[in-house]
């Protein structure tokens, strides 16, 4: 079995004021890495949009139709002082969250071992009632519940690795003993969520924050140290990574120092827990990464992995 890329084109027409980070040159840059010939023997399909049904699995009816009413038919609006919409938005976000589903079913169904849903905007600081942080609909949990209402996962773990702390899935998550979230991140940083103690109702929400300056090698150990034992007693039977690159040393929205390897130790780290706990499945969805340059040789590292053990 192989390693299957899901995007869209659509995702280059959620439009950003001139110098957002959260740029359409973001999926480019994504997008030329992976037509290079070494990735050639991925599978690729296009992400389809979700039903309104499908973005209420992790919100609420009236936020969805909130946002969707909120949406331009031209110009850009502000929902806050980071997150806008344009006339591309609504499609995009839509099709961010179809291809995350589109990837759980190929995987849940066994046609791949593992999936990359390659979309923007992000999504894991969208709450249950609230967009921000450049996101309108949480992709992993949405993701993740999918798994659990159409396949019959009982255990999900969500691994978080972007420099921002998810404080969307986090807030989704908090009550709930059948999902695990981890998150490394430095704090600290926007949003301001993340710290150690904040553990959930069931001791399911898992924050190993890092300081600024921190590289490879406290990230390794983070993950080491309070991660990855917590998600091997966990058991998954589905491991959803939030695939975030700006911890990368080139970022320019924080002050962590790894490199590409280190994503590619972590992704080999999470393969080794998803083939002894749920037959290799994972699905990994792009979240931040504001250094181009940082971000393509991040994915490409990370898409590698994946393909390694698909």
Same mark, same amino acid.
């Given at each position: 079995?192989?390693?299957?890329?899901? @995007?869209? $084109?659509?995702?280059?027409?959620? /439009?950003?004021? #001139?110098? *957002? +980070? !959260?740029?359409?040159? %973001?999926?480019?840059?994504?997008?030329?890495?992976?037509?290079?010939?070494?990735?050639?023997?991925?599978?690729?399909? @296009?992400? $389809?949009?979700?039903?309104?049904? /499908?973005?209420? #699995?992790? *919100? +609420? !009816?009236?936020?969805? %139709?909130?946002?969707?009413?909120?949406?331009?038919?031209?110009?850009?609006?502000?929902?806050?002082?980071?997150?806008?919409?344009?006339?591309?938005?609504?499609?995009?976000?839509?099709?961010?969250?179809?291809?995350?589903?589109?990837?759980?079913?190929?995987?849940?169904?066994?046609?791949?071992?593992?999936?990359?849903?390659?979309?923007?905007?992000?999504?894991?600081?969208?709450?249950?009632?609230?967009?921000?942080?450049?996101?309108?609909?949480?992709?992993?949990?949405?993701?993740?519940?999918?798994?659990?209402?159409?396949?019959?996962?009982?255990?999900?773990?969500?691994?978080?690795?972007?420099?921002?702390?998810?404080?969307?899935?986090?807030?989704?998550?908090?009550?709930?003993?059948?999902?695990?979230?981890?998150?490394?991140?430095?704090?600290?940083?926007?949003?301001?969520?993340?710290?150690?103690?904040?553990?959930?109702?069931?001791?399911?929400?898992?924050?190993?924050?890092?300081?600024?300056?921190?590289?490879?090698?406290?990230?390794?150990?983070?993950?080491?140290?309070?991660?990855?034992?917590?998600?091997?007693?966990?058991?998954?039977?589905?491991?959803?990574?939030?695939?975030?690159?700006?911890?990368?040393?080139?970022?320019?929205?924080?002050?962590?120092?790894?490199?590409?390897?280190?994503?590619?130790?972590?992704?080999?780290?999470?393969?080794?827990?998803?083939?002894?706990?749920?037959?290799?499945?994972?699905?990994?969805?792009?979240?931040?990464?504001?250094?181009?340059?940082?971000?393509?040789?991040?994915?490409?590292?990370?898409?590698?992995?994946?393909?390694?053990?698909?």
């Amino acid at each position: 079995m192989s390693t299957l890329l899901i @995007s869209h $084109p659509c995702f280059v027409r959620h /439009q950003t004021p #001139l110098g *957002h +980070p !959260e740029r359409p040159d %973001r999926m480019r840059v994504v997008e030329r890495i992976l037509e290079h010939e070494r990735f050639q023997p991925l599978q690729r399909e @296009s992400s $389809p949009a979700a039903t309104f049904d /499908q973005l209420c #699995l992790a *919100h +609420p !009816e009236d936020y969805v %139709r909130e946002i969707e009413d909120a949406a331009p038919t031209e110009g850009m609006i502000q929902l806050d002082a980071d997150t806008t919409m344009s006339s591309g938005t609504w499609e995009a976000a839509v099709r961010g969250v179809g291809g995350a589903i589109l990837a759980v079913d190929e995987v849940m169904a066994g046609k791949v071992n593992n999936a990359f849903a390659a979309s923007r905007p992000p999504g894991h600081h969208a709450e249950k009632t609230k967009a921000m942080g450049f996101c309108f609909f949480n992709n992993a949990a949405i993701a993740a519940r999918h798994a659990q209402k159409i396949h019959g996962a009982e255990r999900v773990a969500v691994v978080d690795w972007d420099v921002h702390h998810g404080n969307g899935t986090q807030d989704i998550f908090w009550n709930d003993p059948s999902v695990m979230y981890c998150s490394t991140h430095e704090m600290p940083l926007y949003p301001g969520t993340g710290a150690a103690n904040e553990r959930g109702e069931h001791d399911t929400i898992v924050n190993a924050p890092l300081r600024a300056g921190d590289g490879g090698s406290e990230f390794r150990e983070a993950m080491e140290i309070a991660i990855l034992p917590r998600i091997e007693a966990f058991r998954p039977d589905l491991i959803v990574i939030s695939a975030g690159f700006d911890a990368h040393v080139r970022d320019p929205l924080a002050n962590l120092n790894l490199v590409e390897a280190d994503y590619g130790w972590a992704t080999a780290q999470l393969m080794d827990l998803a083939d002894r706990f749920a037959n290799g499945r994972i699905v990994s969805i792009l979240e931040g990464g504001y250094d181009l340059e940082g971000l393509a040789r991040s994915t490409a590292a990370h898409v590698m992995t994946l393909m390694r053990g698909g």
